[in-house]
């Protein structure tokens, strides 16, 4: 666990290029989709999203137990968590199983604001995300 915690800063870094990453290929993915492109669906499309979100799971965890934290414990861990699998819920409907173009639409933006709420969840550290600014 030492070795982990001395290698913080680099597993940081590359969670937050990986979450970068993986918000810009989603939007970019959803809105092609959107204007009625087949690319994002196809094989490399894909393969590149597979390939970066489990590079940002990967990293995550490793910061996880590099900080040696408790989701349970710290409950803004656990909200994040519980959010990405609403997240991946959303994406899912987004990309391949909403039918009309305005059902696409709506699960495109519901699964961007819980992108948003994920990463102000992790900066605030805290269960209620952005809502926290809000309290003062
Ligand atoms: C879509 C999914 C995710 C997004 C958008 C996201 C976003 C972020 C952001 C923006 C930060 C930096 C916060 C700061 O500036 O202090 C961060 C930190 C962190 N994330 Fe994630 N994350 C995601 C998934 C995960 C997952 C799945 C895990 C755990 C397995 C995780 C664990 C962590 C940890 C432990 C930190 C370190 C916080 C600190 O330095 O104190 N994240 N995340």
Redo the contacts with the bound molecule.
Sequence with gaps: MQALAEHYITF?QL??GF?TA??CLFALRAFASLAGAGWPLARPARVASWVIDTG??TA??L??AA?Q?HPLQQTW?GM??VL?LV?IGLGTMALRRARTPAARLGWTLAALAC?GW??GT??A?DLRGPLRWLAG
């Design positions: 940081r969670h937050l979450v993986s918000g940002l799971l995550g965890a910061l996880w900080l934290v861990l994040k968590l990405l997240y992108f994920i990463v992790a900066i550290h």
